[in-house]
């Protein structure tokens, strides 16, 4: 079974890994994203990460089907943090499962690029001088 | 309600919603608008968010990406955002 959701509470990581695991698979590929404290030297005090949640669920499930059609893989857990988190704390969970470890592995890099790029989440870093809400993410 | 406008509900997300000072309101728009013109019409409304995101402000429609070409309808759900930093 999929696992797409959106939460305000700490995830459960290894929990998120286990609920996505059907009989035929033999590897699970879990991304642990969480609060990085420095970024380009900057130091960030926590951060607030806000949706359009419908939306968000929404391209979560599509991005599910395309992966799905992309590599040989079971099932896919993907659970995003919303509302304010401290440095350390999980911000996503990309959880995939596969009868075998390289599409597991693939799957899953290939769906947080994607996260990252099409599901309508925004994170505003706090600083001690100031906010900034983030627009150039990572590749 | 006439026939020659339609009202749309147009939400606004992250740092859009701070330069327009909201997060949705009912807009009137004329018929036939599509989503690119509604969207000039929102950037003209907002100085703010027009000199910050002209270009690069996303919209969707219905909880879909618009392309700009869909022709808006009474009722719809019109959303604009940032470049999107979820992750």
């Known amino acids: 079974m999929d696992l797409f959701e959106l939460t305000t509470e700490a995830i459960d990581i290894g929990a998120a890994a286990r609920r996505i695991v059907p009989p035929e698979c033999g590897a699970t590929v879990t991304l642990d994203g969480y609060v990085r404290e420095f970024t380009r030297g900057k130091q960030t005090l926590y951060l607030i990460y806000e949706a359009y949640e419908p939306m968000a669920l929404k391209e979560m499930e599509k991005l599910g089907a395309s992966a799905r059609e992309k590599f040989e893989i079971s099932n896919i857990g993907i659970i995003h943090r919303l509302g304010k988190l401290e440095i350390g704390e999980t911000s996503v969970v990309v959880t995939v499962a596969a009868p075998h470890r390289k599409d597991a592995f693939e799957a899953c890099a290939w769906l947080i690029t994607k996260l990252k790029k099409t599901v309508p989440i925004w994170k505003k870093e706090f600083y001690a001088d100031g906010w900034a809400w983030v627009e150039s993410s990572e590749p | ?87």
């Open chain 2, 1 to 87: 309600m006439n026939s020659t406008s339609i009202k749309v509900n147009v939400l606004f997300f992250g740092a859009a919603a701070e330069l327009t000072g909201k997060r949705n309101e009912e807009i009137a728009f004329p018929a036939g608008v599509n989503a690119a013109g509604a969207r000039e019409s929102v950037l003209a409304a907002y100085p703010l968010l027009g000199e910050r995101y002209r270009g690069s402000l996303l919209f969707s429609l219905n909880e879909e990406y618009a392309d700009g070409g869909e022709v808006l309808k009474d009722g719809d759900e019109l959303a604009f955002f940032p470049p999107v930093s979820g992750g």
